[in-house]
């Protein structure tokens, strides 16, 4: 089976703007995780979606959203862009049972300038 | 609020040596915890976990050991390789949250020098 995929792999924005990162989970899984990784915090939950619905939410403020297609796939979004948001954000699915095994794609390295 | 501590933040072993990472919690949503080994670049990778009912697991060189009473657990990597150089991060359930969200340590960089 395939991995995790996550698209695109590098990004650079500047502050104010909005961008858009997308997961393609293991064929079969239906949850998907997102998790933003810095240095200084380490890796930290954004947000989970299962079946097209959020299950699980980080501490995070709203300018960070997210969402699942029907056919598993996810996207999260980052409005307003802010120098702090520069990190690698990853994606990672399972099947959906909460001891499931969680798979992480390689991410998707963000600097915000 | 769950969290979760991992000790030390770096270390260095020799070839052959034994590596001991350390990680203790305070709550769980249930017993699951699983080590994940990342490389440079490279996406966080399940390395081993242990599940309820069970107080150590071994995999090849890679043994966890897990205390319920004293909400610890522990990876430990016998004969370390260079190729073992990595970050290693645990994770335990988030409780409130059916299990699915993980809560991670801060990571250990290890370096296996040879």
């Known amino acids: 089976k395939a991995g995790v995929t996550q698209t695109p792999r590098y990004l650079i924005k500047t502050r104010g703007q909005q961008v858009t990162l997308s997961c393609s989970p293991i064929?079969?899984?239906?949850?998907v995780s997102w998790y933003q990784q810095t240095p200084g915090q380490g890796l930290q939950f954004l947000f989970e979606?299962?079946?097209?619905?959020?299950?699980n939410k980080g501490n995070f403020p709203g300018r960070f959203s997210g969402r699942q297609f029907s056919n598993s796939r996810s996207e999260m979004n980052v409005s307003t862009l802010e120098l702090g948001d520069s990190a690698l954000y990853l994606c990672?699915?399972?099947?959906?049972?909460?001891?499931?095994?969680?798979?992480f794609g390689p991410g998707t390295r963000l600097t915000v300038l | 609020q769950q969290q979760v501590k991992q000790s030390p933040q770096s270390l260095i072993v020799q070839k052959g040596g034994i590596s001991i990472i350390n990680c203790a919690y305070e709550?769980?949503?249930?017993?699951?915890f699983p080590w994940y080994q990342q490389f440079p670049g490279k996406g966080p990778a399940l390395l081993i976990a242990?599940?309820?009912?069970?107080s150590e697991k071994k995999e090849g060189r890679f043994t966890i050991s897990f205390n319920k009473s004293a909400k610890q657990f522990s990876l430990h990597i016998m004969d370390s390789q260079p190729g073992d150089s990595a970050t290693y991060f645990c994770?335990?359930?988030?409780?409130?949250?059916?299990?699915?969200?993980?809560?991670f340590g801060e990571g250990t960089q290890l370096t296996v020098n040879p």
């Open positions: 990672a699915s399972k099947y959906g049972g909460a001891s499931d095994t969680q798979y």
């Open positions: 064929s079969g899984h239906r949850s």
């Open positions: 979606y299962f079946s097209e619905t959020q299950r």
């Open positions: 709550n769980t949503a249930f017993d699951y």
């Open positions: 242990i599940r309820p009912d069970v």
């Open positions: 994770a335990a359930p988030r409780p409130g949250t059916s299990g699915s969200r993980l809560t």
